[in-house]
């Protein structure tokens, strides 16, 4: 997507090349999608191709039409592949997303990089392997990290799903609860939910005995990753400690009825945002699905460092 197809043979001799597999519904890939942007429109003509590779973790995300909406909302430029079956990511022997692989004219790895972490130092090495190759020196060094920072405490991903092995607490009711800090990482279901390898599904969702969820988690925003069957627009309301989400306490994706109450409308399966917090601590969200078939893939955590990346 985005160029015309074409082989890593093509540039040999003629690029350094910057491989860097990515995933449009992990926070951690989110993230990095910035500096891939900046680093094409700042080094392209001086010899950098920078090449997306998409390897999905999700059933639906094997579907090329929502890696295209995803380019799309992110406002992409670089060619990004479709590795659908995960050819790429097995030739690379890769590990997780997002993961960096600098290519020298030669065709060789000449560094990688696993990890949002350290995209100062990728740079570095671009622009090194720039200069062994045609001489290029940027005029002004690129910007660098600053140390010394208290980003808090986030709660890791959580992923649902028998293949995934999530663990999750069956109750009769969600009751009101005290929060603590032991607890963090804890999901509860309550009501009629089939466990499948990939998500959990809620099979019922009217009245009391309908299909709810709760999480504790710490950390500046908490992100959800959800699909659904059919093409019924379907909503999941949202509740932060036991309360309805505000502008203050909401996520970029939600929305609020005629009686105030905050939910997001589930248009297509991605990553929503859901909730973002000004100081640190335990919270507990409560998902309520209005549409039986709606499907929870996993929920993922900003800390108070990391929650500054490009939104929908």
Request: charge should be neutral; hydrophobic fraction near 40%; proline fraction near 6%.
């Amino acid at each position: 997507m985005n160029s015309q197809p074409f082989s890593i043979e093509r540039l040999k001799g003629r690029r350094v090349v910057l491989v860097s597999f990515i995933n449009p519904n992990a926070v951690a890939s989110i993230r990095v999608l910035g500096a891939l942007s900046r680093w094409w429109e700042e080094y392209a003509l001086d010899g950098l191709m920078v090449i997306g590779v998409h390897s999905p973790d999700y059933d639906f995300d094997r579907d090329p039409a929502h890696l295209r909406k995803a380019i799309q909302r992110f406002g992409l430029k670089f060619p990004v592949i479709v590795d659908s079956q995960r050819e790429l990511w097995k030739a690379y022997s890769n590990e997780g997303w997002p993961a960096h692989y600098l290519i020298d004219p030669d065709g060789r790895i000449i560094f990688e990089r696993l990890g949002e972490a350290g995209a100062d130092e990728v740079e570095r090495e671009i622009l090194d392997a720039l200069e062994r190759f045609n001489g290029f020196r940027r005029a002004q060094p690129p910007p660098q990290a600053q140390p010394g920072e208290d980003c808090g405490l986030a709660t890791q991903p959580i992923y649902l799903g028998s293949r995934r092995g999530g663990k999750v607490i069956q109750l009769s009711r969600l009751k009101v609860e005290t929060v603590g800090e032991s607890r963090d990482r804890e999901v509860a279901a309550a009501g009629p939910w089939v466990m499948e390898p990939d998500l959990m599904r809620a099979t019922a969702t009217t009245g009391e005995s309908g299909a709810k969820m709760r999480l504790i988690y710490r950390g500046a925003e908490a992100l959800g990753i959800f699909s659904r069957m059919g093409n019924r627009l379907s909503r999941i309301y949202l509740k932060q400690d036991t309360l309805w989400l505000h502008s203050g306490n909401a996520g970029a994706d939600v929305r609020w009825d005629a009686a105030q109450h905050s939910y997001i409308q589930l248009a297509e399966p991605r990553l929503y945002y859901l909730s973002k917090n000004k100081s640190g601590g335990m919270h507990d969200l409560v998902l309520i699905p209005d549409d039986p078939g709606t499907a929870f893939h996993g929920f993922e955590f900003s800390n108070f460092c990391l929650n500054n990346y490009p939104h929908n």
